[in-house]
C-alpha cells in the first residue's frame, strides 16, 4: 500500500539575484548559467500510519531536463523557511543526520530525469530520514551537479495547474522491487588533495546476482563527488579526492528502478596532511630497525 504527500511549501532560490524570492514560479535546480536550488516542504503531522510500517519513500518531479549530465540530489534540512521570504542569501543549510547508516545530509538522488519532454521522475528517499522527523514537517533542499559549467532542470511546484504537478512524497509500507546491496570500498587515510579510488558492487540482496549497467552516485558527508556506472560484474569504480582534512563518511548510492529497489552502502576515509602521516612512518623504520638486531 501506498500513501502520498503534497508540499505544504515550495520555491527556488537564485545565486545571481541573491535577495530575490522566487515563490509561484517553477522549481530551479542546477546551473544555467547561475546556480539555482529548491526548497520543498512536505507535512508529516497527523500521518494516519504507523511510521514502524514504511519499508520505501520516494520523492515524485514533474519536470525536464534542459542541461545535461544532471543530477538532482534532495538534501535534509533541519532548519525551517518561509516560501514567501526565503532567498539564496538566508536560505537554509543542509543538516547532517547522524544514524546508523552512517551521517550524511543525502536523503536520495537520480540521474534519471526527462529529456525529451516534461514528465514525472523519482527520487528514492532513505526512509531513516521520514521516521526521525515524523509528526515533524520534513524539509528538503534539491541541487544539482553545481561545478558543472551547465547542467539543469527543472520541476512544476503546488501552484502549477491547481496542483496537478505538485511534488509529492510517497510512502510504501509494502517492499518495493528486488532488493538490492551496493557496496564501498576505500583507503582508510589519505591526504587532501589525492586522488584516491573508491570500487564497490551492486547486486541483488537474496541471490547476490550482479547488477550491471546502473548509476551509483557517490558522496562525503553529503556532498557529490561523481556518478560511476557498473559494469558486467556489477563492479563500479571511480577516482575522486576530498580538499579538506578530517573524518568523512563515504555513501554509495544507488537510486533504484521501477523493478529494482534502492540501497546505500557506507563507509569512513580520513584525510590528513603528510606531516600527520610522518610519525607512522617513523615509528615503522624504527620498529624494523629494532627487529633486525
Known amino acids: 500500500m501506498s500513501y502520498e504527500l503534497k508540499t ?37 503531522r497527523n500521518v494516519n500510519i504507523d511510521p514502524a510500517t514504511i519499508k520505501a519513500a520516494e520523492l515524485l518531479l514533474y519536470g525536464k531536463a534542459l542541461y545535461t ?92 495547474s491547481g496542483g496537478t504537478y505538485a511534488p509529492r512524497l510517497i510512502l510504501h509500507t509494502e517492499p518495493v522491487g528486488i532488493p538490492t546491496t551496493t557496496t564501498i570500498s576505500a583507503p582508510a587515510t589519505v591526504k587532501p588533495n589525492e586522488t584516491f579510488t573508491i570500487t564497490g558492487r551492486l547486486s541483488e540482496t ?34 575522486v579526492f576530498i580538499p579538506t582534512e578530517g573524518t568523512y563518511t563515504l555513501t554509495a548510492h544507488f537510486a533504484g528502478t521501477t523493478t529494482l529497489a534502492a540501497s546505500t552502502g557506507t563507509t569512513k576515509t580520513s584525510t590528513a596532511p603528510t606531516s600527520a602521516l610522518l610519525p607512522i612512518a617513523v615509528l615503522a623504520t624504527l620498529a624494523y630497525a629494532f627487529l633486525k638486531k
Open 206 to 239: 537474496d541471490t547476490n546476482i550482479s547488477i550491471p549497467n546502473q548509476p551509483i552516485t557517490l558522496s562525503y558527508n553529503g556532498i557529490t563527488l561523481g556518478t560511476a556506472q557498473t559494469n558486467v560484474n556489477g563492479d563500479y569504480q571511480i577516482q
Open 8 to 44: 505544504i511549501a515550495d520555491c527556488w532560490v537564485y545565486k545571481n539575484k541573491p535577495d530575490t524570492n522566487f515563490n509561484k514560479d517553477l522549481l530551479a535546480i542546477g546551473r544555467w548559467n547561475y546556480l539555482s536550488r529548491s526548497l520543498i516542504t512536505f507535512d508529516l
Open 69 to 160: 549530465p544532471l543530477i538532482v540530489e534532495a538534501l535534509y534540512t533541519a532548519t525551517g523557511w518561509s516560501e514567501t521570504t526565503v532567498t539564496w542569501n538566508n536560505q537554509p543549510p543542509p543538516t547532517t543526520y547522524h544514524w546508523e547508516g552512517g551521517d550524511t545530509s543525502l536523503m536520495g538522488s537520480t540521474t534519471q530525469i526527462p529529456s525529451a519532454s516534461a514528465g514525472w521522475y523519482s527520487i528514492p528517499l532513505e526512509v531513516a530520514f521520514i521516521k526521525h522527523r515524523w509528526n515533524q514537517k520534513l524539509h528538503a533542499i534539491l541541487k544539482g551537479y553545481e561545478t558543472a559549467a551547465n547542467s539543469y532542470c527543472y520541476a512544476q511546484d503546488k501552484e502549477a
